[in-house]
């Protein structure tokens, strides 16, 4: 894998649902070149088809048409398991809703896709216990997200998303449940895993501040892309 | 893996105590149901062995007439005579004894007393081969049998019902019209398969049976034990062969007599107790089937209740077949933990039932692990559905479900 490689190249993704009259064109042809490293914030109206490029992107949903080569790989050629497999291993999800498993603790829910790996259970504490540091929540381990504050939550959520040592973070709506000081937070967590520990971080996001802190802002607008701009390295 | 699907199997059952509770409540019924009744059953049929025994090993029971048990019955067939006994005696070979007996129910008074019960006129063989034995004195001597002397040998009933605390043996019991000297008491046997006691017995020699309670010289059957089980077929056609003869019944024609083999009719008996039992497992069987669809049923709610932990799963990686494992494996442990219940339970009842029916309590070990392997399957079979549904779910519509 060489580093001129883009991480993620979408070529002609359309994505459509429904059929005949009542035919939605969610994503209308679009054309998109991710590097390692980067750190971008797609943004764009409802309905743009943003989410839909989101789940494209993280191997949740597959295209009506286009090619999709993660890595090289050509990713809309994976069966269901394969992808499962390709999500586990090189993927990470943060959620709006934080979607954490309830009643279950904070370093639970994080070994949760190393349960998935197979790792023993050693490994996946040693995993966990540091990529709950890495977030900021040492001594928060054995709390239930019903007893962490919202913004607490989140950084498990992350802290999940990231034990696995993932090369690309896909974050959708990351900020959108939590307060400005709280949101701020969670997007200098998020620059700092991408400045120094080298993730790939790839942002939905409606909030102009919180697009700030990414160099490069994707806009939807109707299925296409609308603007790409890369901010000058600050 | 397993083991983790199994701890989280074991959350998941936790977290929702009631619902799984009264889920279990299903199997544990079925499984329970059917445990006892097998059990219950098989103590049973022990219990209907135990009592055939008692009648008499070996026995074959010679009656006058046809199908004495069946309808149309021929009761008028000629009766047996005391020289028809001492044919059997003298011509058969392999036998413990040879004991003719005539009936009739008589009260018998002693004191200000009286209790109704059967009058049986025999002979001392009929201790041999009815496996009588005698908890206190004798029984007829062969000059008694002769010359019709008034002696008895009484059942433990009669000796509660009319004796109380005098000790009856040298007593003088009234029997219809004329008194006996009580000479020996019968151990009691208990009731019989049939229902009845066997204990209420009075047993007088033959011929004062004949002169003073009949009025008449028949002998309605004759017992003959065998002493080797194998000998029973050659004993019964010899016994025919010598009754042909007496009641001279020509060839080709029906006999006028029955000689039936009562160990057939004891297995014959506990062969039907052994297909009742069956049948009652099949019913509870049945309860069971309607326990693995509630498991089904409350599997497929938990489904839907969790589509969104579902889908979050699925986002981080799981496989189809590590979701499925998950749920197969949650209803697997539910289904075994009601069956390890009910097994408990039903043994619980028939214990229970084996004192209160005075059974022998009889638990079968392969019953009991093949309701936990039953358990287990109903758990594979109607968890897989729910299961399957679990692992197909789309993660990006599970995630979006609240």
């Known amino acids: 894998m ?4 883009p991480l993620v190249e979408l070529k002609g993704i359309e994505r459509h649902y429904g059929q005949g009259g009542g035919l ?7 054309d998109l070149g991710i590097k390692r490293g980067e750190f971008i914030a797609i943004m764009g109206p409802s309905g743009s088809g943003k989410s839909t490029a989101m789940n494209i992107i993280g191997c949740l949903d597959r295209p009506s048409s286009g090619s999709y080569l993660f890595s090289g790989v050509d990713a809309t050629a994976l069966s269901r398991d394969e992808r499962a497999l390709l999500r586990r291993n090189y993927l990470g999800f943060v959620f709006q809703g934080f979607n954490l498993l309830n009643r279950t603790t904070a370093i639970e829910n994080v070994e949760l896709p190393l349960i998935y790996r197979g790792n023993p259970k050693r490994e996946r504490r040693e995993k966990a216990v540091r990529a709950l540091h890495l977030v900021g929540l040492q001594g928060r381990e054995h709390h239930t997200p019903g007893e962490l504050s919202g913004g607490q939550q989140q950084r498990v959520a992350i802290a999940r998303a990231i034990v696995t040592d993932p090369l690309l973070l896909l974050a959708d709506e990351p900020t959108g449940n939590l307060d400005t000081a709280r949101s701020h937070e969670i997007m200098e967590l998020l620059t700092r895993l991408n400045q120094e520990n080298a993730i790939t971080v790839v942002m939905v996001t409606h909030e102009p ?21 890369t901010r000058a390295a600050a | 893996m397993l083991w983790e699907a199994i701890k989280l199997a074991l959350t998941s059952i936790r977290r929702n105590a009631l619902r799984s509770v009264l889920t279990l409540l299903g199997i544990v019924i079925g499984v329970g149901a059917v445990i006892a009744m097998v059990t219950i059953g098989t103590g049973a049929s022990q219990k209907v062995q135990e009592n055939l025994a008692k009648l008499g090993s070996n026995m074959l029971i010679v009656r006058a007439g046809q199908s004495t048990f069946g309808p149309g019955s021929n009761n008028d067939a000629r009766a047996f005579e005391e020289r028809d006994v001492a044919a059997l005696k003298a011509n058969l070979s392999g036998v413990r004894g040879v004991a003719p007996s005539a009936q009739r129910n008589a009260k018998t008074v002693y004191g200000a007393l009286n209790y109704d019960t059967t009058v049986t006129g025999t002979t001392s063989d009929y201790f041999i081969v009815q496996d009588w034995t005698l908890s206190e004195g004798r029984v007829f001597t062969e000059g008694e049998e002769r010359s019709g002397t008034t002696v008895c040998v009484i059942g433990s009933t009669i000796v509660t019902e009319l004796f109380g605390s005098v000790d009856p043996l040298g007593q003088r019991l009234r029997i219809g019209n004329f008194a006996c000297e009580v000479i020996g008491l019968l151990d009691s046997k208990g009731q019989s398969a049939f229902g009845s006691d066997q204990d209420s017995v009075v047993l007088l020699p033959l011929r004062t049976f004949h002169r003073r309670l009949a009025g008449n010289t028949r002998i309605s059957s004759i017992n003959i034990s065998v002493t080797e089980a194998a000998d029973i077929p050659r004993v019964q056609r ?5 009754l042909r003869e007496r009641r001279r019944v ?9 000689v039936r083999d009562m160990t057939q009719i004891a297995n014959t008996m506990a062969a039907t107790t052994t297909i009742l039992t069956g049948l009652l497992g099949a019913v509870a069987a049945v309860s069971l089937l309607v326990g693995g669809i509630g498991i089904m049923n409350i599997m497929l709610v938990s489904v839907t209740e969790r589509t969104r932990e579902i889908g979050i799963r699925l986002a981080i990686g799981a496989l189809e077949r590590q979701v499925l494992t998950q749920f197969l494996v949650e209803s697997i442990v539910l289904a075994l933990f009601g069956g390890i219940i009910g097994i408990i339970a039903g043994l619980g009842i028939a214990a229970a039932a084996a004192v209160l029916m005075d059974v022998p309590f009889n638990a079968d070990p392969r019953i009991i692990a093949l309701a936990f392997v039953v358990s287990a399957a109903i758990g594979v079979v109607f968890g897989y559905f729910p299961a399957r549904r679990a692992a197909r779910l789309d993660p990006i519509e599970a995630l979006r479900r609240e």
């Open chain 1, 2 to 5: 060489s580093k001129a490689q």
């Open chain 1, 24 to 30: 939605v064109r969610a994503l209308a042809g679009v």
């Open chain 2, 250 to 258: 020509a060839p080709g024609e029906e006999d006028n007599f029955t």
């Open chain 1, 209 to 229: 501040d919180m697009a700030a802190y990414a160099h490069r802002a994707i806009r939807f607008v109707d299925g296409y892309i609308a603007s790409d701009e």
């Open chain 2, 238 to 242: 010899d016994a025919e062969d010598v």
